[in-house]
C-alpha cells in the first residue's frame, strides 16, 4: 500500500466515524443508512449480505466498518476522480461525495465557475474541470479549500431552505449549528467559521 492509499483510507476511515453507525431515518431521502452508506448504494452493488437473493435493511444492518471504507475508496474516491483534483482539495471533496453524491463536483464546478472558468456543471470530474481546478489552486493555494468549504456551507443552507423537514440536520434542537454546518467547518479555516450570532441572523427565517 504506497502513501497517498494510506492518506485515502485515513480520510475513508475519518468519514466513517463522522457518519455514525445504523440510523433509518424517515426524514433522509438516503433511507436506511450504515457508516454512511445507504442502501440504494448497497442495492447499486448488489451487496445481499444475508444471501437472501435481496437487499434489505438487515444488509445494511451486517455492513462492517471496513466494507464501507473500501465502497468509498472505490466509489466514492477513484471512480469520480476525486483523486485527480489538488491534494489538498481531496478531503473535503471526498467527505461530499460521501454525504451528497455529484452535487460534491457541482460545488466546485459552480465556484470554478464563479472564479471565471469555463466548465460544465453536470457533477463529473472530468478532464477540463481537472485542469480548471489544477489552475485554480495554483492561482489561490491558500484560499481554495476554504472557499469550497464555503460553498459547500452555502449549499446545506440552501436544501434547508428549501426543505424543512431537512434543517433539523443543519440546526440542533437547541438552536445550534448541526451536523451539516459543523461537519461543513471542519474542512474551513476557524477564521471563516460562522459565529453564534451569524448563524442565528442565518436561520432566522426558519422559525
Do not use: C
Not at 448504494?41 to 455492513?63: E, I, K
Not at 469550497?148 to 440552501?158: H, S, V
Amino acid at each position: 500500500m504506497n502513501s497517498q492509499t494510506q492518506d485515502v483510507r485515513t480520510i475513508a476511515q475519518e468519514i466513517v466515524a463522522r457518519e455514525g453507525g445504523y440510523v433509518n431515518d424517515p426524514d433522509d431521502p438516503g433511507g436506511s443508512t450504515k457508516h454512511g452508506v445507504t442502501i440504494h448504494t448497497m442495492r447499486l452493488l448488489g451487496l445481499d449480505l444475508t444471501g437472501d437473493g435481496q437487499v434489505t435493511t438487515a444488509d445494511v444492518r451486517r455492513l462492517s466498518r471496513d466494507q464501507a471504507i473500501a465502497i468509498f475508496i472505490e466509489h466514492y474516491f477513484t471512480q469520480p476522480r476525486i483523486m485527480e483534483l489538488p491534494v489538498p482539495l481531496q478531503p473535503t471533496v471526498f467527505d461530499m461525495y460521501v454525504n451528497a453524491g455529484a452535487n460534491a463536483v457541482k460545488i466546485l464546478q459552480r465556484l470554478l465557475s464563479k472564479m471565471g472558468f469555463v466548465v460544465a456543471v453536470d457533477g463529473v470530474i472530468g478532464p477540463k474541470t481537472i485542469a480548471a481546478t489544477a489552475r485554480a489552486h495554483a492561482l489561490a493555494p491558500d484560499h481554495l479549500v476554504d472557499a469550497y468549504g464555503i460553498e459547500r456551507r452555502n449549499y446545506y443552507f440552501d436544501l434547508a431552505d428549501r426543505r424543512p423537514a431537512s434543517r433539523k440536520y443543519a440546526k440542533t434542537r437547541k438552536g445550534g449549528k448541526g451536523g451539516w454546518i459543523t461537519r461543513a467547518e471542519a474542512f474551513i479555516a476557524g477564521r471563516y467559521h460562522l459565529s453564534a450570532e451569524a448563524f442565528q441572523q442565518r436561520i432566522a427565517a426558519w422559525g
